[in-house]
């Protein structure tokens, strides 16, 4: 009885405790953090550093460290957080100040104007595949060497096409690596260079709409996918096929003639448009009578409308340097400064083809602004300096690999 009476008690106690407890325990308020919590807590400690101190750091990391692989420190020094992202593009210059290749956008920067950028393009026939490589030779691995662009050879039925992308194993037009292509006409005579986004900023927000590209998978193959045309690259016919070097010109729409006279700028985009990765806007279906018309049109409406933003001006021409005979050779030659070893009919030099009335320097014409070369199989060499950008030079080299058939 007594066990009971101090079961039953202590059952009463404890009930008692529990609402005592229940009356003052208060829960703790789930509150919504801040947008901006999130992104503190991302970016962790390395945000909190003086804006001063950081920006000294990373420019002590960006003068050191000045060649591939070695530079991957100043893009990993960008990839920390948001604040470091911005001074790490603050410290860093383009390619024509500092002669040096960083970030992606740097491609479609123009090269430094006293000194060529040397790279190297490796051909994968099997494949249909060519890569560009940053360095003085061939010699590095495939670790050691930094890969710029990549290319794939698509032969269609009247055309072929040389699809442009940052990396080597995507090359669909609709993805986020895609940087342009070049299309060339059936007999290989004439290339055009077009642009996954217009080469100034200034462009962007204006024409954004104008400039939509088309979705490949729903318009007809026959349409560009590219968004600017850029430049055209022209090969002359070689009628009676006598024997000789081949004649190329390249007019660079997006590059002003003024470009190359003193005081002259060329576009220099600043980061890739974000409308090149949106998804693209089909065109309404082409009538079939008029079908090239509309082509022809919608290819240069970009450039047109990219003219009227920036005002009427002539735009750049490059003209491959005339080869002289040697008579003890018996054969054309031209001087790459040891940077070509292997005779080909592709092998070229670009100067510039001015007018009287641009007047530019004298010296501006004897310049060389692009030249490529062969140095073994399937190796050839691409130096190229300013306006042209690597984006340029590499779309320009690309054309001597196409089929050529009223040329040679």
């Known amino acids: 009885m007594q066990g009971w009476i101090g079961g039953m008690s202590g059952r009463k106690l404890e009930r008692r405790h529990a609402r005592h407890q229940g009356r003052s325990h208060i829960a703790p308020e789930t509150t919504v953090p801040p947008p901006w919590h999130e992104e503190a807590v991302r970016q962790g400690p390395w945000a909190n550093l003086p804006p001063e101190l950081l920006l000294h750091i990373i420019k002590r990391v960006e003068v050191s460290q000045i060649l591939w692989p070695s530079r991957r420190d100043v893009v990993a020094c960008a990839s920390i957080c948001r604040s470091w992202r911005e001074v790490t593009k603050e410290a860093v210059k383009t390619p024509e100040q500092c002669g040096r290749l960083t970030f992606p956008i740097s491609l479609k920067q123009p090269g430094p104007r006293d000194f060529p950028i040397q790279c190297f393009i490796r051909r994968d026939s099997e494949n249909s595949t060519f890569f560009l490589y940053l360095g003085l030779s061939p010699g590095l691995s495939e670790e050691e060497s930094k890969l710029l662009l990549a290319a794939r050879k698509i032969r269609r039925a009247m055309s072929t096409d040389f699809v442009i992308s940052l990396v080597a194993d995507d090359f669909s037009q609709a993805g986020t690596s895609y940087v342009g292509k070049l299309r060339s006409n059936f007999i290989g005579t004439k290339f055009t260079v077009y642009d996954s986004q217009p080469p100034r900023d200034a462009a962007i927000q204006s024409n954004q709409k104008s400039h939509e590209r088309m979705n490949p998978k729903q318009v007809s193959p026959g349409v560009p996918s590219g968004k600017f045309?850029?430049?055209?690259?022209?090969?002359?016919?070689?009628?009676?096929?006598?024997?000789?070097?081949?004649?190329?010109?390249?007019?660079?729409?997006?590059?002003?003639?003024?470009?190359?006279?003193?005081?002259?700028?060329?576009?220099?985009?600043?980061?890739?448009?974000?409308?090149?990765?949106?998804?693209?806007?089909?065109?309404?279906?082409l009538p079939a009578s008029n079908g090239k018309k509309q082509l022809d049109k919608h290819s240069s409406t970009s450039l047109e409308s990219f003219k009227s933003t920036l005002g009427a001006w002539d735009p750049l021409t490059l003209r491959n340097k005339a080869p002289r005979w040697h008579e003890q050779l018996q054969c054309w030659c031209?001087?790459?400064?040891?940077?070509?070893?292997?005779?080909?009919?592709k092998n070229f030099q670009l100067v510039a083809a001015s007018e009287p009335h641009q007047n530019i320097p004298a010296a501006e014409h004897d310049t060389i602004i692009l030249q490529f070369g062969k140095i073994g199989k399937d190796i050839f060499t691409m130096d190229y300096r300013y306006p042209l950008s690597a984006f340029q030079a590499f779309a320009i080299s690309l054309s001597s690999f196409g089929t050529k058939l009223a040329c040679e």
């Open 334 to 345: 031209l001087n790459f400064r040891g940077r070509v070893t292997v005779a080909s009919v």
């Open 229 to 285: 045309s850029v430049a055209t690259i022209s090969y002359e016919l070689n009628v009676l096929r006598s024997k000789g070097p081949r004649r190329m010109h390249c007019n660079m729409h997006s590059i002003p003639g003024s470009a190359i006279q003193e005081g002259g700028t060329a576009p220099t985009p600043t980061e890739f448009s974000k409308s090149s990765v949106q998804p693209f806007l089909p065109l309404p279906p």
